[in-house]
């Protein structure tokens, strides 16, 4: 039986913009180097920016009805996450789909498989990750899962957790674990921004991550030259 569930809990949205603007490397730091979905998945055009709700999709392998029917369920600030059952590249999205969801809000879109038209949705400045650009079509046949727990491109992502992406990618962060990880992305970001001053103030790495004395004991040696 195929299922889609109707009701997701969005209580992690009013985070989205501020995520956006951390981006995907603070963030993944932030949360313990955990949640980043497989760089495999890139995004069409550069530069690009976004985070939102997840809303979760299964599709059968060529096959993109599913797609049609998660649209229904997408709200203004979500990113539809769609992943296929048995690996493949097909393209699964394009154009029209893309002036759809855009119709109703979605900030982008996260897919473990191929999209085409690429031309016309960056023109569109509709935000894509793909796993491939294939103009392969697909048919509408099979029946799979809308807002149900999935497994995209490495990780496990339920629908209402928050997906931020950008140039450098996609991570995921849980919804009940939002609020602790953008606090620890702020402090971050301040303390990232005290290390570039003494960065452009001539200190080096070495000194003010005080990796000397670990190299000497790594057995890191100094000479003039090789002479």
């Known amino acids: 039986m195929s299922i889609v569930f109707t009701k997701i809990d969005r209580s992690a949205q009013g ?12 963030v993944h730091e932030a949360q313990g180097q955990r949640g980043l ?34 649209v229904e369920q997408c709200r203004d600030g979500d990113v539809l996450v769609v992943t296929p059952t048995h690996a493949c590249r ?3 999205f394009g154009d029209l789909l893309a002036t759809s969801l855009q119709a109703r809000g979605v900030r982008g879109l996260v897919i473990d498989a191929g999209v085409r038209d690429i031309a016309t949705l960056t023109e569109m400045q509709f ?23 999935i497994i995209c491109a490495g990780q496990t992502i339920a629908p209402g957790d928050l997906v931020v992406a950008d140039d450098d990618g996609v991570v995921v962060v849980r919804q009940d674990e939002a609020k602790a990880v953008l606090e620890k992305a702020r402090q971050r970001v301040v303390q990232e921004k005290e290390k570039r001053a003494r960065f452009e103030a001539g200190e080096l790495g070495l000194d003010m991550y ?6 000497a004991e790594k057995g890191l040696r100094y000479v003039e030259s090789e002479d």
């Open 37 to 70: 979905l497989d760089p495999a998945l890139r995004p069409i055009y550069r530069p690009v920016s976004i985070a939102g709700t997840a809303v979760t999709c299964e599709v059968a392998p060529g096959d993109n009805w599913m797609i049609h029917v998660a």
């Open 127 to 149: 935000p894509v990750w793909s796993a491939a650009v294939c103009a392969q079509g697909t048919v509408k046949e099979t029946l799979a899962n809308v807002n149900t727990t």
């Open 90 to 92: 097909d393209g699964y």
């Open 15 to 26: 985070m989205t913009e501020e995520f956006a603007g951390f981006g995907v490397a603070t």
């Open 210 to 215: 005080n990796m000397r004395e670990t190299l």
